[in-house]
């Protein structure tokens, strides 16, 4: 007869015994077979779980899916004194990892767990947040179609990314500043990204060295690092941006498009303002006068106010054959294609997070309309998105409606400052789960089975536009 005492030392996942109903059992090959998840068993590891088990288990389930191996024997135990170590979660404490679910819980952790500087700088979105709160809700406008009876015991998720393959149909897209939420900054996202083998496009204003970022690739690993680009106001600044990320192996180029200025992030101006101000800080701002033959500073011009299309002539020969090159900031179907025409390998569907232009369209319309008016852009071009993704679901709609892959940002800077590496691999880990679980339920075993067919997009068609100037809609979705 087996004591408390060594049950007790089987408290482990290599090694997992629990009492029940008197009895001893080895559950430590069953724990990856549990319907409802290993964590249950493992909570009740070395102890009784009799009180859980009875009430939701019929008798004689554990002969039933156990061998007579695993019975290990009678303990001999006063079942009144057994307890079970519980720890509570209370409203307002910071939030176990193991209680993130989706990827809105990041947020609630990061809200909690990092500087209000860097929530602040990583929340904030232009004016009203009108494109803000489209960015997510117009997913939801969106409805799948499944198919069933398929066998769907095997599914590959997996993509080709910027002419690289990916285990996931989706990449870190580029965010700032990482470093104002936790101390390790972007390498959080660079770690994360070669453990799941997937692409993470790197930000300009990294604020952990490019150059430190890309001695992490690993030959022998498949995760590759994009550079994305703002391009300076003065040009040689920006030529020295593309050496260096040419001379660092970063292996495509995206270029942002829809930063002529800032925009006006009320959210991180407020906050600002209310530090310049506890500071002692009374100035209003006075108008501007320039001189004559001054130019009059433009407002929140931290970059080229004068990019156009011209200009990527000599971007592309500054870039040479490195890679392949993007535009990253298109929001309509003019724009895609003008970009068709100005020979680049791909659009970058984005608004900036609603950072930039409020009350401007979603990414998701944006796709739509190029559906409608100009569909060949989407047989011609790779055509990538971003903005509001936050279920597995959300990317398999843009999939079927035509995007190569998606784009996410902020979700993992939330991850990454809450709970440092480990919150990017949770976060990566729950997107593929959910794309994994909603390709079986939509009855598709590869990427490329998704079509139109697959989704309902009535709700938005309907607000598209009904002409453009120089194009002919096409049959709707």
Known sequence: MLTKAQVEE????ESCWVIISGNVYDLTDFLDHHPGGSAIILRYAGQDATSAYEPLHPPGTLERYLSKENCKGPVLVDQGSVKVVKRKYKEGDPIPLMLCMNLDDFEKAARIAIPERAFVYFHSAAED????????????????????????????????????????????????????????????????????????CVSTYSSVPHEELASH?????????????????????????????????????????????????????????????EAGDDDVPRPFYASPGEEVPILRGAHSSTLNWRDLEWIRQEWGDAGPIYLKG???????????????????????????????????????EIRTFCPHVLERLEVYLDGG????????????LGATAVGLGRPFMYALGAYGTDGVVKAIQILSDEIESTMRLMGVTALDQLTPDHVNARQLENELPRRLLGFEARSRL
């Open 389 to 400: 993704v936050r279920r597995g679901s959300d990317v398999i709609k843009a999939l079927c």
């Open 217 to 277: 690739v690993q030959p022998d690993k498949p995760t590759v690092l994009f550079f994305q680009l703002y391009v300076a106001k003065e040009r040689s600044r920006t030529e020295a941006l593309i050496r260096n990320a040419k001379k660092l192996g970063f292996k495509g180029l995206l270029i942002t498009v829809d930063t002529a200025v800032g925009g006006k992030r009320e959210e991180d101006e407020l906050f600002q303002a209310q530090i310049a101000y």
């Open 129 to 200: 947040k009108v494109t803000f709160y489209r960015n997510r809700q117009d997913w939801s406008r969106i409805s799948l179609r499944p198919r069933t009876l398929t066998d769907v015991a095997k599914v590959d998720p997996s993509r080709r990314i910027m002419g690289f393959q990916s285990s996931l149909p989706f990449f870190i897209a580029p965010a700032a500043m990482a470093r104002l939420a936790h101390p390790d900054g972007e390498l959080c996202l660079v770690r994360a990204a070669i453990k799941y083998g997937i692409p993470y």
């Open 330 to 368: 298109i929001q309509c179907a003019e724009d895609a294609e003008a970009a068709l025409r100005a020979n680049v390998h791909g659009i970058y569907l984005s608004n900036h997070g609603g950072r930039q232009l409020d009350s401007g369209s979603s990414a998701l319309r944006t796709l739509m």
């Open 10 to 13: 089987h408290r482990t996942k």
